[in-house]
């Protein structure tokens, strides 16, 4: 008889291989133009401008955004472990942080920071990042992401870079899943190479550039 650990591990050990070899619809290929999304990794083009909460975060907290220059970021095992580090994580903080506006709580459009018990989306986005290092995850495998929703509207989601692919960890659904399978514009995310630094994640880099500028003044990171 399996033991309860030997029947977890071989529930969460289907569920890796099953989102391994799952088929991309042909809603997410259509979405994502400019991706390739057949690939299990996002492509990334050109350096882009950093958000300016990341940017005014970074001032704070300049210890997360120190330059690290990385040439070979480290790309860590999908191993049973950690995929389940995965989905208590990100469990654990969407239960336990109070989705709320920056402007309800700090009375401005955009402030990034750890949640203390509520936040907005890229505050749970930190939080996130922030367990999984201290889990032992590399920081390079842990990149904030910025997307447009099914709406158009600004939204923030964690990418973890695995061997397997990029999967995400986000606050407005309680699995953990292969970019592919969100219903997201995927626009830009930090550097494996430095946490301070932003990449594109479209190739149209000069329209995207005047699209971002005219967005940090316009249409703030969502908070859902």
């Not at 509520?118 to 920081?139: N, S």
């Amino acid at each position: 008889m399996k033991t309860k650990f030997g029947k977890m591990a071989a529930i969460i050990g289907l569920t890796i291989a099953t989102v391994a070899a799952s088929s991309i619809s042909p809603a997410s290929a259509a979405r994502n133009a400019g991706q390739n999304t057949q690939a299990t990794s996002m492509q990334v083009y050109d350096e882009t401008r950093a958000p300016i909460g990341h940017v005014l975060f970074c001032r704070a907290y300049p210890g997360q955004c120190q330059a690290t220059n990385i040439s070979n970021p480290r790309i860590p095992q999908l191993t049973i472990e950690r995929w389940s580090q995965l989905v208590e994580v990100n469990d654990s903080i969407n239960q336990s942080v109070i989705a709320v506006t920056d402007m309800d709580l700090y009375q401005t459009i955009e402030h990034w920071t750890y949640p203390q018990g509520a936040g907005d989306c890229e505050d749970y986005v930190l939080e996130k990042q922030r367990h999984l290092v201290a889990l032992g995850w590399p920081e390079e495998s842990l990149l904030i992401t910025v997307v447009r929703d099914e709406n158009g509207d600004g939204h923030a989601i964690l990418t973890v870079t695995t061997d397997a692919g990029d999967f995400l960890l986000d606050n407005r659904y309680p699995m953990v899943r292969r970019w592919q399978d969100a219903p997201y514009t995927f626009r830009k995310r930090q550097s494996q190479q430095n946490p301070a630094e932003w990449v594109s994640l479209s190739p149209n880099t000069n329209i995207f550039s005047q699209l971002l500028q005219s967005s940090n003044r316009s249409s703030p990171v969502s908070s859902r």
